[in-house]
């Protein structure tokens, strides 16, 4: 069974970062594309970033920079930098497997992160 264990979030100021980290068990995970998505309150889950099993990155265009995706294939966990956070970036991060930018399999518990001053 496929499992995501997200962790890191929590309240930061505007401007600030934090490091996202998910643990995955039950899946080839070197081989596949793990990445992230987030759900702000009243909003459609939407796509972050990805990394594929070559270590090419995908983002989001509302990224810019700001964040950097990485993974640990001895660790099976997949990592997201975000720095310079705004207040649109409070939402719940979830991360999964991707084909394109599209998520194939079941959510985790996610990690809350809340901009805010």
């Known amino acids: 069974q496929v499992r995501f264990v997200e962790s890191g979030g929590g309240l930061v100021q505007p401007g600030g970062s934090l490091r996202l980290s998910c643990a995955t068990s039950g899946l080839d995970f070197s081989g596949s594309t793990i990445g992230w998505s987030r759900q702000a309150p009243g909003k459609e889950r939407e796509f972050v970033a990805f990394i594929n099993r070559y270590r090419y990155t995908e983002y989001a265009n509302f990224v810019n920079g700001r964040f950097t995706i990485s993974r640990d294939n001895a660790k099976n966990t997949v990592y997201l930098q975000m720095n310079s956070l705004k207040p649109e970036d409070t939402a719940v991060y979830y991360c999964?497997?991707?084909?394109?930018?599209?998520?194939?399999?079941?959510w985790g518990q996610g990690t809350q992160v809340t901009v805010s001053s």
């Open positions: 999964n497997i991707y084909v394109g930018r599209l998520p194939v399999s079941s």
